[in-house]
């Protein structure tokens, strides 16, 4: 399928952390073409098996892999109706320096589109100009009538950026919620991939919930689906101005492969050799904390779940312009596969142990 047409109806889509019905539809749909059962979790996470080929290991059950990426995306709720215009708190992480001057959508009784406003600067005190405008001194505005207003928004409503599909010189393209709709799309693409190839493995494609305010899907899906491993597909902070090499990745050189305490060195080195085995650009990102991602949640899951992550470098995370290299998305669902087709059943007892010098063992 093509990678942008496909990205794009993800990214478009809107899904806030909890309230995630809109892109799970389009999930779903996409997982169903693919897999043999698709279901929906009491959470929300939508979770596709793809059962292994071949024969049946001698004890009669398939070591199963847990591919995750969260479908949630960060967004805004209506805290407060101030005489026709709306006072807003964050779902998840915004920066409010990217919010200013942006259209949203106001969920209300109807959607309703609005614009995000502040006092003009020209009423401002002279030493609060040269400042970013603090998310309690922005607002929302519909175009209503505090009467009208009153009667189609309440709070606790739900406001989410209107953002659209911008593809860039390059091969490159921009919208909100790449993270982590990259790491969906990732994973949609290596079913694809997976539908048309043997492997060993029985394989659980699961698109997360509530990641940006807190990996609960991931806790609770890992839970469920049980998994002999896991692998997380997630974005991670792509080269800028203003930030160093120690901070960011290369764009259009690959997908991240993780390395740390969130990450069991038997699957990193697994995912080394398939993206050496192909030849395909990578680079390896030492993490030696909180990984930030859901791969950090599924790890102590049950009585613990190895992890790997997979990472495709973004610029301007958690602003409407989220920017990624369609080769990087293409080239993570490429290693994903890479790495499921490679997977022989014995190699789930390798991960009994945690013993990073132990090499070779695999």
Request: hydrophobic share 45%; with cysteine.
């Amino acid at each position: 399928m093509e990678t942008a047409v496909l990205l794009r109806e993800l990214t478009e889509a809107r899904g806030p952390s909890g309230y995630e019905e809109e892109i799970r539809r389009i999930i779903r749909a996409r997982f169903a073409v693919y897999a043999r059962d698709v279901r929906v979790d009491s959470l929300g996470n939508c979770i596709a098996r793809i059962p292994g080929t071949g024969a049946l290991p001698s004890n009669g059950a398939r070591p199963s892999l847990m591919l995750a990426g969260h479908m949630d995306e960060i967004a805004l709720m209506v805290s407060q109706l101030e005489k026709g215009f709306l006072r807003v708190a964050q779902v998840g992480g915004f920066d409010p320096r990217v919010l200013l001057a942006q259209e949203v959508i106001v969920h209300g009784a109807r959607e309703l589109p609005g614009i995000v406003v502040s006092v003009p600067p020209h009423f401002t005190d002279p030493a609060e100009r040269e400042k970013p405008v603090p998310l309690e001194k922005l607002f929302i505005d519909v175009g209503l009538s505090p009467h009208d207003v009153e009667s189609l928004v309440h709070v606790g409503d739900l406001v989410s950026l209107r953002a659209r599909w911008t593809e860039l010189s390059g091969g490159y393209a921009a919208c909100k919620s790449m993270d982590d709709r990259a790491g969906v799309a990732a994973i949609v693409l290596c079913l694809e991939e997976l539908s048309k190839r043997s492997h060993a493995w029985d394989v659980y494609a699961v698109a997360t919930v509530q990641e940006e305010v807190g990996s609960r899907g991931a806790l609770v899906g890992a839970f469920g689906v049980a998994p002999a491993a896991a692998i997380a597909v997630d974005v991670t902070f792509g080269m800028q101005p203003g930030l160093s090499p120690a901070e960011s990745v290369k764009m259009d050189a690959g997908p991240t492969i993780a390395l740390g305490p969130n990450f069991h060195p038997r699957l990193f080195d697994r995912l080394i050799e398939a993206a050496k085995l192909i030849e395909l650009p990578h680079q390896v990102e030492p993490i030696p904390s909180d990984s930030g991602t859901d791969a950090w949640h599924i790890q102590v899951s049950r009585s613990g779940v190895p992890c790997g992550l997979v990472g495709i470098p973004a610029r301007y995370m958690h602003t409407p312009v989220e920017t990624v290299c369609l080769r990087d998305v293409e080239r993570a669902a490429r290693l994903l596969t890479e790495l499921v087709c490679r997977l022989p059943p014995e190699f789930a007892e390798t991960l009994e142990t945690r013993d990073a010098l132990a090499k070779g063992e695999s």
